[in-house]
């Protein structure tokens, strides 16, 4: 029996992972963060949408230590969120330091506790500027939780990391949605974190783009 922890933040990429381990997964669990985003208003989704996926546990969990640092936009309220695309010659000031390599972790922890053998990420690199969307990120996150897994020395499993958006724009994951039939309004997706969504930060813009055919 093949079971997942998807993370999901609220969004339209985590929410398509997160209909698309329906239909590949017996056993879906999901897990989301709280860890001082200004967006904070994304958990209200998530809870929505784990609802309606009807998943078999829904984790919330606090990470304080981000409260500490500043630099980051979507942390540092002192530091305003950006208007228009993301830059192209580097990282955006959006970027939280190690974010995914903290969730995939924490996420693991769960996974080897529960002996869930996939961690379901929705990252994809292709017009994404974040460097733990990448390919090599995800390769070396898997190694290090097989790596350190009770689990998986126990029974010589492996603990998967599903990323199947690797390759794909946002465009490509808002078809798969589409066909899926996710429910897109229940989404959210704004850096501000206001209700209704800025609709001029980098978030939103590709938002608007990727759904704008559908």
């Excluded at 020395?153 to 603990?159: C, D």
């Excluded at 808002?174 to 899926?180: F, P, S």
Aim: glycine share 6%; charged share 25%; with cysteine.
């Amino acid at each position: 029996m093949k079971s997942v922890l998807v993370l999901l933040s609220g969004g339209m990429d985590s929410a398509t992972l997160l209909w698309l381990s329906k239909k590949e997964f017996d056993k879906i669990y999901a897990i989301s963060f709280d860890y001082g985003q200004r967006h904070r208003v994304e958990i209200k989704y998530a809870k929505d949408l784990a609802k309606m996926a009807q998943v078999e546990e829904h984790f919330i969990v606090e990470v304080p230590h981000y409260s500490v640092l500043k630099g980051s936009a979507l942390l540092d309220q002192e530091a305003s969120i950006p208007k228009g695309e993301y830059p192209q010659e580097e990282p955006p000031i959006t970027t939280v330091p190690m974010r995914n390599l903290t969730f995939i972790s924490i996420a693991a922890s769960f996974a080897d506790t529960l002996e869930i053998d996939h961690i379901g990420i929705g990252v994809h690199a292709l017009d994404s500027p974040y460097p733990d969307c990448r390919p090599e990120f995800i390769t070396s996150a898997e190694a290090a939780v097989n790596a350190s897994s009770i689990f998986v020395a126990k029974t010589k499993k492996r603990i998967h990391i599903y990323a199947p958006f690797l390759g794909m724009s946002k465009r490509d994951i808002a078809l798969i949605g589409r066909d899926l039939g996710v429910p897109f309004e229940k989404t959210y997706s704004c850096y501000v974190g206001t209700e209704p969504p800025c609709g001029e930060c980098a978030a939103c813009l590709q938002r608007k783009q990727a759904l704008s055919f559908l």
